[in-house]
């Protein structure tokens, strides 16, 4: 596509249950990124995936989380026993290879725990 | 420790008036982004620098890569320009480093 898509892009979940939020990144771009904006807080990176290597999960704040890329391009990041700490918008970003040129964000899913 | 350092963290200003945010870093770089994120809206970003200076309509970004200083210029600014702007870094990893972002308000 032309751009990168996140969806859903609004997702109100009970604490406790699982979520699973979706990028679509742009079309031959090797790398993604998932980010994570709470509120009234920076962005804060969550995990980078490269082509085929092993993600990097430094960012991921608990075991609760875990991400997959299917075949280089969709991403899922999949927040288990969900908590209200969690509420945040989750930005999904790619770029067509290392480093940061043409660099691109999605409009964000913002995850709201009650 | 690789940190990126906005200033200021709030700017109210007139319309018309020019507007300089800043952004400093900790060490070298190898690129730097700048940021726009309206309320309630997603992020869009503005340039993306290595070296030198880049204009685009009314916004100006420049780098000084031996003072480790970026500044993001907007010249007769508009209430349509009020959003968060965000410094974002590239220390040689994959993963941006970001500013706290400063909180532009243009009153008409």
């Known amino acids: 596509g032309a751009g990168v898509s996140q969806s859903p892009s609004n997702k109100v979940t009970e604490k406790g249950k699982d979520v699973e939020l979706r990028c679509d990144p742009i079309s031959g771009h090797t790398a993604l990124y998932w980010y994570r904006q709470s509120l009234g807080q920076g962005l804060e990176f969550l995990i980078y995936f490269q082509g085929n290597s092993a993600p990097d999960k430094s960012g991921l704040p608990s075991d609760r989380f875990s991400a997959e890329r299917t075949g280089g391009s969709v991403s899922t990041l999949t927040i288990q026993r969900t908590q209200q700490e969690d509420s945040a918008v989750y930005l999904c970003?790619?770029?067509?290879?290392?480093?940061?040129?043409?660099?691109?964000f999605g409009s964000g899913t913002r995850l709201t725990v009650v | 420790k690789n940190e990126v350092e906005q200033s200021p963290q709030n700017l109210t200003a007139q319309e018309g008036e020019f507007i300089t945010i800043n952004c400093s870093y900790s060490v070298g770089i190898s690129a730097l982004h700048w940021l726009q994120q309206h309320p309630g809206g997603g992020i869009v970003s503005l340039f993306m620098?290595?070296?030198g200076k880049k204009k685009h309509g009314r916004l100006i970004a420049t780098i000084n890569i031996q003072e480790k200083h970026s500044s993001l210029h907007i010249t007769a600014s508009h209430p349509r320009d009020s959003a968060v702007y965000i410094c974002?870094?590239?220390?040689?990893?994959?993963?941006?480093?970001f500013g706290t972002g400063t909180r532009l308000t243009i009153i008409p």
């Open positions: 970003a790619s770029s067509p290879d290392r480093g940061s040129y043409g660099y691109t």
């Open positions: 974002a870094v590239l220390f040689g990893n994959e993963k941006l480093t």
């Open positions: 620098l290595s070296s």
